[in-house]
Each structure stands twice: as C-alpha cells, then as structure tokens.
Nanobody, 123 residues
Framework: VQLVESGGGSVQAGGSLRLSCAVS??????MGWFRQAPGKEREGIAI???????LYRDSVEGRFTISQDNAKKTLYLQMNSLKPEDTAMYYC????????????????????WGQGTQVTISS
C-alpha cells in the first residue's frame, strides 16, 4: 500500500498551494489530510468520506478544500489564503473507519499514511 503526497513548497502569505496524494489502494472509508509543525502534535485539518462529505478544522475552514478523484485514486487539498501558521509537514492518510469527527481528531485511527510533503509560508 502506498500513499504518495506531492505539491508542497514555499510560498508567501496569501498565496495558494494544491497538494495531491496518489493512493495505491481502492477507496476505503475516510481519507484525510493532517499536518505537523516542529514541536507540535499531528493535527487533522480535513477529511472526506466515501460519500464525499467533508469536515474541516476550524482554523482552515473556508480557506482549504479537500476533494477526491476516485477514478484517479487521488486525494487533493487546495489551500488558499495561506498563513505563516500553516507551515508544517502535511500528510495524507487513508482507511479510517470511525465517524467523520473521530477521523478528523484522531490520527491513530488511520491505517495508511504517506511520507509527507513540506509546506512553508513566509510572511
């Protein structure tokens, strides 16, 4: 099983980035995006279930959009109006069987993870 993220980089505050996650397995339950800044715990930022229902962390609501292309087995995260506090390593995750809220809040409920892609926002 492989999850491979891409699309990270360095942009100025106010800019945009689009992350992609290619998934080698068939769609399984909830999928999500997480991030981890140095010295901080990994936090969920957006999840999407098999029906396409989404849930976001408050701090990214309205700025980030999670989407999926099941035919391409790819998960996306469109990030707009980026802020310096969005700087972190971003990870995609797959196969969380819990509720949408639990899958957003608990990274330990996922069975598969990508290697991460760095996002750096300068002020």
């Amino acid at each position: 099983v492989q999850l491979v993220e891409s699309g990270g980089g360095s942009v100025q505050a106010g800019g945009s980035l689009r992350l992609s996650c290619a998934v080698s397995i068939d769609r399984r339950s909830n999928m999500g995006w997480f991030r981890q800044a140095p010295g901080k715990e990994r936090e969920g930022i957006a999840i999407i279930d098999a029906a396409g229902t989404t849930l976001y962390r408050d701090s990214v609501e309205g700025r980030f959009t999670i989407s999926q292309d099941n035919a391409k087995k790819t998960l996306y995260l469109q990030m707009n109006s980026l802020k310096p506090e969005d700087t972190a390593m971003y990870y995609c995750a797959a196969d969380c069987r819990g509720s949408n809220w639990l899958c957003l809040m608990y990274p330990g409920d996922y069975n598969y993870w990508g290697q991460g892609t760095q996002v750096t926002i300068s002020s």
